[in-house]
């Protein structure tokens, strides 16, 4: 195994394993939704939300800062449009200067509030409602549900042919930073990993900066992918 | 040098100011005054009690109550003890009211600065954005862009701040999206009150345009200059709708 190897085995293992996560939550979900003939109401997919996610929020040093189900407009019996996601311990979000605990994101579901979003139209909803497969959001700022620079991976959750939600996990940038840099680093020359829209997730060049675009043309390079992840690392010869 | 020592001596006297409840309890208040001016809260609506609130703002309780205080001077809320009690907003229909009061409140000078600090933060969301955003993200904006309804003023102050939101979120920078998102809390109810006209609602869509245009050119500098002008443009209407109004 060479220090190239090492790396994209990283950043796929790294991943991974909060999908792994992501995909038993997903079939759990599928399986009560099954169950109860997919009619559902939100009181029962918050109860399953909760049971599943908040053990894994509470280990320390977890790098999942968020994680829940998101419906598909009208998919649940008694509301429109719902989120049940909890946050972390570590995400800071909407708790000014009190220490956070970990909690329900309050979100606005009422589609006549004036900071009511339509979530169907944000990328980590979008992606894999179009591709029917895991995807990997960001690094982005979301405003939503974070407030901080973040990765969102999301998977569709369905009913027999009907997408019913997106079950997903939020990580902050900064921990996904501190946990590649030193396997792309080992590398010896000059290596970024981006994600598929070529926007920067890690760089061994400081001038790189996490969220800018590397623009391939101009520069002599290799590049190759990270499994299915939808990352992949970025190899300048010179 | 005195004068640079001057300088340095009241950045350090800021940085050891005390953290008092004090600009809490108003930044509360004033968040929660714009939600009841645009109509978020309506007549008659419970308001979250003081603790639920407390938690909710995450401040103390007793910022929360001196909030609630301001709003019950202002006339905007109203509490009634009891089984049934708690705090009820009582602004029907008085926003416009309330809008221009504190358009009469605010000093030309004051306009200018909330103008010249909002577009330091909207135009670098703008230049960061031309070369950050990629062709998917231009789709979005244009998306939402082609949403608004124009002939609405709800819908295009939703689409105002919205659009604000995701080119602050196109820079990529965190610290810019929520001074962003304390800064629409703060003034856009304010700022935006041009968006009542027709032809001013027809000037945001055309500006939205023009700024994404030169994000897709990758022209930082003139999505800078363009929002910079849009952001202008909306001041001079409320000093002349002030000037009006003190005639």
Same mark, same amino acid.
């Not at chain 1, 997919?38 to 997919?45: D, H, P, Q, V």
């Not at chain 2, 965190?174 to 304390?182: K, N």
């Given at each position: 195994?060479t220090?190239?190897?090492?790396?994209?085995?990283a950043?796929r293992?790294?991943?991974?394993?909060?999908?792994?996560?992501?995909?038993?939550?997903?079939?759990?979900?599928?399986?009560?939704?099954?169950?109860?003939g997919?009619?559902?109401?939100?009181?029962?997919?918050d109860?399953?939300?909760?049971?599943?996610?908040?053990g894994?929020?509470?280990?320390?040093?977890?790098?999942?800062?968020?994680?829940?189900?998101v419906?598909?407009p009208?998919?649940?019996s008694?509301?429109?449009?719902?989120?049940?996601?909890?946050?972390?311990?570590?995400?800071?979000f909407?708790?000014?200067?009190?220490? @956070?605990?970990i909690?329900r994101?309050?979100?606005?579901?009422?589609?006549?509030?004036?900071?009511?979003?339509?979530y169907?139209?944000?990328?980590?909803?979008?992606? @894999?409602a179009?591709?029917?497969?895991?995807?990997?959001t960001g690094?982005?700022?979301?405003y939503?549900?974070?407030?901080?620079?973040?990765?969102?991976?999301t998977?569709?959750?369905?009913?027999?042919?009907d997408?019913?939600?997106? =079950?997903?996990a939020?990580?902050?940038?900064?921990?996904?930073?501190?946990?590649l840099?030193?396997?792309?680093?080992?590398?010896?020359?000059?290596?970024?990993?981006?994600?598929?829209?070529?926007?920067?997730?890690?760089?061994?060049?400081p001038h790189?900066a996490?969220g800018?675009?590397?623009?391939?043309?101009?520069?002599?390079?290799?590049?190759?992918?990270?499994?299915?992840?939808?990352?992949?690392?970025?190899?300048?010869?010179? | 040098m @005195?004068?640079?020592?001057?300088?340095?001596?009241?950045?350090?006297?800021?940085?050891?100011? @005390?953290?008092?409840?004090?600009?809490?309890?108003?930044? =509360?208040?004033q968040?929660?005054?714009?939600a009841?001016?645009?109509?978020?809260?309506?007549?008659g609506?419970?308001?979250?009690?003081?603790?639920?609130?407390?938690?909710?703002?995450g401040?103390?309780?007793?910022?929360?109550?001196?909030?609630?205080?301001?709003l019950?001077?202002?006339?905007?809320v109203?509490?009634?003890?009891?089984?049934d009690?708690?705090?009820f907003?009582?602004?029907?229909g008085?926003?416009?009211?309330?809008?221009?009061?504190?358009?009469?409140?605010l000093?030309?000078?004051?306009?200018?600065?909330?103008?010249?600090?909002?577009?330091a933060?909207?135009a670098?969301?703008?230049?960061?954005?031309?070369?950050?955003?990629?062709?998917?993200?231009?789709?979005?904006?244009?998306?939402?862009?082609?949403?608004?309804?124009?002939?609405?003023?709800?819908?295009?102050?939703?689409?105002?701040?919205?659009?604000?939101?995701?080119?602050?979120?196109l820079s990529q920078?965190?610290?810019?999206?929520?001074?962003?998102?304390?800064l629409?809390?703060?003034?856009?109810?304010?700022?935006?009150?041009?968006?009542?006209?027709q032809?001013?609602?027809?000037?945001?869509?055309?500006?939205?345009?023009?700024?994404?245009?030169?994000?897709?050119?990758?022209?930082?500098?003139?999505?800078?200059?363009?929002?910079?002008?849009?952001?202008a443009?909306?001041?001079?209407?409320?000093l002349?709708?002030?000037?009006?109004?003190?005639?």
């Open positions: 195994m220090a190239v190897d090492d790396c994209v085995s950043v293992d790294t991943f991974g394993a909060v999908f792994a996560h992501v995909d038993e939550w997903r079939a759990r979900f599928e399986g009560a939704i099954a169950a109860a997919g009619r559902i109401s939100s009181a029962e997919i109860a399953l939300t909760e049971s599943l996610v908040v894994g929020l509470g280990i320390p040093g977890a790098i999942v800062i968020g994680a829940g189900f419906a598909a009208r998919f649940l008694d509301t429109d449009w719902h989120l049940a996601w909890w946050l972390g311990k570590s995400n800071t909407g708790v000014g200067s009190s220490t @956070p605990g909690r994101l309050e979100a606005v579901e009422d589609e006549r509030a004036e900071s009511f979003r339509d169907t139209n944000l990328e980590w909803w979008r992606v @894999p179009r591709t029917g497969s895991r995807h990997i690094p982005y700022v979301d939503l549900c974070t407030d901080d620079y973040t990765l969102t991976l998977v569709p959750a369905r009913h027999g042919a997408m019913v939600g997106i =079950v997903g939020d990580l902050y940038v900064t921990d996904i930073e501190r946990m840099l030193p396997w792309v680093r080992a590398i010896g020359q000059k290596a970024t990993i981006v994600n598929s829209a070529g926007r920067v997730v890690v760089s061994t060049d790189r996490t800018s675009l590397l623009r391939l043309d101009g520069i002599d390079a290799e590049t190759l992918e990270c499994g299915d992840t939808g990352l992949s690392l970025v190899l300048d010869r010179s | @005195p004068r640079s020592i001057r300088s340095a001596t009241a950045a350090r006297a800021a940085v050891f100011a @005390p953290l008092v409840a004090a600009g809490r309890a108003e930044l =509360v208040e968040r929660l005054t714009n009841i001016e645009l109509g978020l809260l309506s007549h609506e419970r308001l979250p009690s003081e603790s639920e609130m407390a938690r909710q703002f401040v103390a309780t007793v910022t929360a109550r001196e909030a609630l205080e301001a019950r001077e202002k006339g905007l109203e509490t009634r003890r009891g089984r009690g708690g705090s907003v009582t602004a029907d008085e926003f416009d009211l309330v809008l221009e009061r504190r358009l009469r409140e000093s030309r000078v004051e306009l200018r600065d909330m103008g010249a600090y909002y577009s933060i909207a670098m969301a703008a230049e960061l954005a031309a070369d950050r955003a990629t062709s998917d993200d231009i789709d979005q904006l244009d998306r939402a862009i082609d949403q608004v309804d124009v002939e609405s003023e709800v819908s295009t102050r939703r689409g105002e701040g919205t659009f604000r939101l995701e080119i602050a979120a920078s965190a610290r810019l999206v929520r001074e962003e998102l304390r629409q809390g703060e003034f856009a109810p304010l700022l935006w009150i041009c968006l009542r006209e032809g001013q609602r027809d000037t945001s869509r055309a500006a939205h345009r023009a700024v994404v245009e030169a994000i897709s050119d990758m022209n930082g500098e003139l999505a800078r200059r363009r929002t910079v002008a849009h952001i443009d909306a001041i001079e209407w409320l002349d709708a002030k000037a009006e109004l003190e005639q």
